[in-house]
């Protein structure tokens, strides 16, 4: 400080100097008294004042101005209104209140019509362990651009069995969407076996991230209804903390993700146990990187259940079925590919209305024990599939399962006027050829046979020649195309 003092002083001290010799040389310039040689002097050092004068103002640098005021960001810290970080007490209604102080701070304009945006304000959980004896929910729809993060939620010993720790939910809302782009992220949610952990209805843009979700009771670990676009990723749920191998887990119950709208997505997500991994109602939703090891096939569980005949609409790629499988319902415009089935688990194809359509399963990967389960299966119950279009079930890699396709090759040799190849253990539909494709090449010299395609029912393609030859017949088949 005392440096800066002397830097700005200093050149002061000269300015002053400089206006003190600069009046005296030009009053005696002015008297007359003076030699020419001294004159042209003074006339020097008076032009040297003035400079110095013109200057003065860069010389002396005015005070700094003050920074003005910045508002910090809006984090509402759970643990400064009264919320019990080692949850040995009742958190709810202090995380309640920092709820509301949210919802009722600064507003940034709007994001869908009645939705104030919110301005990224977060309710930090500050890494504590809350304890939650009800839902915790917004104080009413209209909200948007806000995070809950950074902690854990513990469902109390009378948590209500039937709802949900964090609820974005308003029933008495008029709103299209009631709440949009609110982020669930960094948080372990243990419901204790009482109700579920997360329920998203009707709004917009969810995400929810980096979360594990565990100890759910016979309901849903995340539900998903109505509204669109809630995102899932990065995520583990399991009603049980196990690994694999529970002895438990025939007794697994309850579903880890209920997706019951559309245009949603779950990505890069670990199920570990449940009775149902992902049960699918709505359209046009994505599952990618899911690895479900929940409650095996063998002991009635399910990985992935589409239950929405007719209007499936619904993609699996690049996912992981560890002994436990997919059912769909009446499947139309389904894409299973890229997606790698051990222990024996399949994919099951069940007649609700005897309706498959759009279907592609294709690119997988099959890995069995050898008992010769078969790939893709029908379950025809309660009525056949009759109406079948655009079907592929192809290119897929199967290792100890018994491999079912929509496409088949095959050849027979001999001597004779009938060839007959039998495509049973190979095409998934029963007695459904519509497209063949097919060479005789006769081995007999100088001999040219007639030939025809004669029957193709059961499965089973017929060609005859109008006399003996030595030949094969080479045959292509398609279903559901």
């Known amino acids: 400080m005392e440096i800066r003092n002397a830097q700005v002083v200093m050149p002061v001290l000269l300015a002053i100097m400089s206006l003190m010799v600069s009046q005296v040389v030009f009053a005696e310039i002015n008297s007359g008294s003076m030699s020419p040689h001294d004159r042209k002097l003074a006339e020097m050092q008076a032009l040297r004042a003035s400079l110095?004068?013109?200057?003065?103002?860069?010389?002396?640098?005015?005070p700094p101005t003050p920074p003005?005021?910045?508002?910090?960001?809006?984090?509402?810290?759970?643990?400064s209104y009264g919320a019990d970080p080692t949850g040995k007490s009742d958190s709810t209604n202090a995380i309640l209140k920092a709820m509301e102080e949210a919802f009722e701070g600064p507003v940034h304009g709007v994001l869908m019509e009645g939705i104030n945006d919110l301005g990224g304000a977060r309710i930090d959980l500050?890494?504590?362990?809350?304890?939650i004896s009800r839902p915790l929910r917004f104080p009413s729809a209209g909200a948007g651009n806000l995070v809950i993060s950074g902690g854990t939620l513990r469902a109390s010993d009378d948590f209500p069995v039937d709802n949900y720790l964090i609820e974005l939910?308003?029933?008495k809302s008029k709103l299209q969407y009631i709440f949009e782009y609110i982020t669930l992220r960094d948080l372990l949610i243990d419901c204790n076996y009482r109700g579920g952990a997360i329920a998203v209805i009707n709004s917009l843009r969810t995400s929810i991230d980096n979360c594990y979700i565990t100890r759910f009771g016979d309901t849903n670990g995340?539900?998903?209804?109505?509204?669109?676009?809630?995102?899932?990723r990065n995520s583990f749920l399991g009603q049980h903390i196990t690994a694999g191998g529970d002895k438990g887990e025939k007794h697994f119950s309850g579903t880890a993700v209920n997706l019951m709208g559309n245009d949603n997505a779950v990505t890069d997500t670990v199920i570990f146990s449940a009775a149902v991994g992902v049960m699918i109602s709505g359209q046009a939703n994505l599952l990618s990187g899911v690895h479900c090891y929940n409650k095996a096939t063998g002991y009635g569980g399910t990985g992935i259940y589409l239950k929405l005949p007719g209007l499936t609409q619904n993609r699996i790629v690049n996912s992981y079925l560890d002994y436990t499988g997919i059912v769909a319902e009446d499947p139309v415009q389904l894409q299973i590919s890229g997606t790698f089935f051990l222990g024996d688990a399949f994919i099951l194809l069940k007649s609700i209305n005897g309706l498959v359509r759009g279907v592609n399963i294709v690119d997988n990967m099959f890995s069995g024990s050898g008992k010769g389960i078969q790939i893709v299966q029908l379950d025809q119950s309660n009525t056949p599939f009759e109406d079948v279009d655009q079907v592929i079930v192809d290119r897929n890699s199967v290792n100890g399962m018994g491999t079912r396709s929509t496409v088949?090759?095959?050849?027979?040799?001999?001597?004779?006027?009938?060839?007959?190849?039998?495509?049973?253990?190979?095409?998934?539909?029963?007695?459904?050829?519509?497209?063949?494709?097919?060479?005789?090449?006769a081995r007999d010299a100088g001999a040219f046979p007639l030939h025809a395609l004669r029957n193709v029912s059961d499965n089973r393609v017929v060609v005859e020649t109008n006399a003996p030859v030595t030949a094969t017949v080479y045959v292509t088949v398609n279903q559901g195309v």
Request: neutral net charge; charged residues 15%.
């Open 52 to 62: 110095v004068r013109r200057n003065l103002p860069d010389l002396v640098s005015p």
């Open 68 to 79: 003005q005021a910045v508002p910090g960001p809006r984090v509402y810290k759970v643990i």
């Open 169 to 171: 939910n308003d029933e």
């Open 126 to 131: 500050e890494g504590g362990s809350y304890l």
């Open 222 to 232: 995340i539900l998903v209804q109505k509204g669109h676009e809630t995102y899932i």
């Open 408 to 441: 088949a090759k095959g050849s027979v040799g001999g001597n004779g006027t009938s060839w007959t190849v039998d495509f049973n253990p190979v095409l998934l539909f029963p007695n459904l050829i519509q497209h063949v494709q097919y060479s005789l090449v």
